[in-house]
């Protein structure tokens, strides 16, 4: 058997990888969520939906645990001992370190296991060097750092029920990838909640993770910005998936009427926002402004739909 190439296997990620901080899981798995959500008939392909949330969830943690290796904070590469990883530093690998082709961080999180909730748990307890589930349960996004008291705030609801998706998740994508029974692995609504709480922990870990980082930074205009980018991506593919099964419901003529009044409504959106982003209204916080009039109107249309529906 021909020996492993941890060098060049990192380098040919390295090379799909558009963009690292895109391609970091977290975009994967909320495309996966918007697509299940649309989701109406039982079929055997929709457990994929699982695999493809396992490895959102697995391609996240290893862009974490890189960036923390290779943020120049000491402690994180104490906290991960590279003797303890499951590979065998040899000349090759460790040329490729000393002549940077390859990073320590990107070394760990390529070797190390994450084939389950709890290899997960244990690595970034190590890792942090902190209750990592605690981390979990206590995370929220930058706006609500400073209301640590809230419990209204927090990402995870239920978070022992997000945790235990995710852990039945991880059997489930065994079962799928490794046995070729055709009957379902689980019904439509276990997909869709599976899918769900993927998505949820990974965002709770993202944003638990940068407040442990950095919890007394106060939240620059930039961070804001993507925030709401986020959240406006969401509520997007949201009035999407409710145009389309409104549509689909209607005559030749009604679907005509209302493709037209959605695309005026749009432009109507983009009217106000432009309005909001203008350089006199609002200086230089004018694209955060224009972001947030866009998802106070999109969160309107979604009421509005949600009573047509």
């Known amino acids: 058997m021909s020996k492993r ?58 862009w974490q645990i890189q960036d923390l290796i290779d943020s120049g904070n000491p402690k994180y590469v104490n906290n991960l001992r590279l003797d303890k990883l499951p590979v065998k530093i040899d000349h090759d690998l460790a040329l490729a370190l000393s002549g940077k082709q390859i990073t320590v961080g990107e070394l760990v999180a390529h070797t190390v296991s994450l084939s389950s909730f709890e290899a997960i748990s244990s690595t970034m307890r190590d890792l942090l060097d902190v209750d990592f589930v605690k981390l979990l349960k206590d995370a929220r996004e930058p706006e609500f750092w400073n209301e640590s008291d809230d419990a209204a705030t927090v ?108 695309n005026a409504w749009r432009a109507y959106v983009e009217l106000e926002a432009g309005f909001f982003s203008s350089v006199q209204y609002n200086g230089n916080r004018g694209e955060y402004e224009a972001m947030l009039t866009r998802l106070k109107l999109y969160s309107r249309r979604i009421e509005e739909f949600q009573k047509w529906s």
């Open 155 to 262: 990402i995870l609801k239920s978070p022992e029920n997000v945790i235990s998706c995710v852990k039945e998740a991880f059997r489930l994508r065994h079962i799928i990838c490794h046995e070729a029974h055709l009957r379902l692995v689980g019904d439509l609504a276990d997909i869709k909640e599976i899918c769900s709480s993927c998505y949820s922990l990974v965002l709770a870990s993202y944003y638990g993770i940068a407040f442990y980082r950095a919890s007394d930074a106060p939240l620059s205009l930039e961070e804001s910005c993507r925030i709401a980018c986020e959240k406006f991506s969401s509520l997007k593919s949201e009035v999407e998936s409710f145009e389309k099964m409104i549509s689909g419901g209607l005559s030749c003529l009604g679907k005509s009427a209302f493709d037209s009044m959605q």
């Open 5 to 62: 190439n941890i060098r060049a296997e990192i380098q040919d990620i390295k090379a799909r990888t558009t963009c690292v901080d895109m391609d970091n899981g977290i975009a994967k798995l909320l495309s996966l969520c918007v697509q299940v959500k649309q989701l109406e008939k039982e079929s055997e392909q929709h457990g994929y939906f699982i695999v493809a949330s396992i490895a959102g969830v697995e391609a996240y943690f290893r």
